[in-house]
């Protein structure tokens, strides 16, 4: 069935160093919408950035990724972490109507 | 602007018990909705979507149902609570379908005791 799997449940990282948080998917369907979520501590999530294109980079806050249908993935990238980076991150893929979320990825980014 | 709205901010309730939570948005007509679940410690999961009034779509059975008696409220219910049903409900919005953004409102926190 369908699934996203985020392999890295807790990160931990120094300011400035760069961010890469891991996302693949699995479906039937060839043409799967992709999101990265961001909760912060006692909020709710909200949208970072989405993709349906194959092969292009998407941008948003500082944040980058980039949806491969060939390899199923969908990893989040940015250059150089920040505090207020700090946050569960969701990969979530979207098939008609139905949200599949991975497990989330702890990011904690220390001073 | 839009807002979402959802009551009660949290519940305290026994096993076996009924229990309701609401959801409401404001500012959008005829918006797509849904109700995920999310655990403690857990990852979100969808129970519900509704495209239009009267007409809800189970995505997980979980023991629960949902219903939209208007265009801008989702109702999630059930008559017996299970210590399972423990967790924090979130309604959600989105203008289209799953390729749309959706927006969560503030959730509410259920403990089943």
């Known amino acids: 069935g369908d699934s996203v799997t985020q392999t890295e449940g807790l990160v931990t990282l120094t300011e400035g160093l760069p961010v890469m948080l891991n996302c693949t998917y699995q479906?039937?369907?060839?043409?799967?919408?992709l999101f990265w979520y961001v909760q912060h501590l006692n909020e709710s999530p909200r949208l970072l950035l989405k993709s349906f294109t194959d092969n292009k980079r998407t941008e948003h806050q500082g944040f980058h990724a980039t949806l491969h249908k060939s390899s199923s993935s969908f990893h989040l990238q940015k250059s150089s972490a920040q505090l207020s980076d700090s946050a569960l991150y969701y990969c979530v893929m979207s098939n008609y109507n139905v949200l599949y979320f991975g497990s989330g990825t702890k990011l904690t980014v220390e001073p | 602007a839009q807002t979402i709205h959802q009551w009660p901010v949290a519940e305290i309730k026994a096993v076996g018990s009924p229990l309701s939570l609401g959801c409401t948005i404001k500012g959008k007509s005829s918006p797509n909705l849904y109700w995920y679940w999310q655990a403690t410690g857990g990852t979100l999961q969808q129970l519900f979507y509704s495209i239009t009034v009267g007409q809800v779509e189970s995505v997980v059975q979980l023991n629960l149902s949902a219903s939209r008696p208007k265009d801008d409220q989702f109702i999630l219910s059930t008559e017996k609570l299970l210590l399972s049903h423990s967790g924090f409900y979130l309604c959600?919005?989105?203008?289209?379908?799953?390729?749309?953004?959706?927006?969560f409102g503030p959730g509410t926190r259920l403990l089943v005791l």
């Open positions: 959600a919005w989105s203008l289209a379908g799953y390729q749309d953004t959706q927006y």
């Open positions: 479906t039937i369907y060839s043409n799967p919408f």
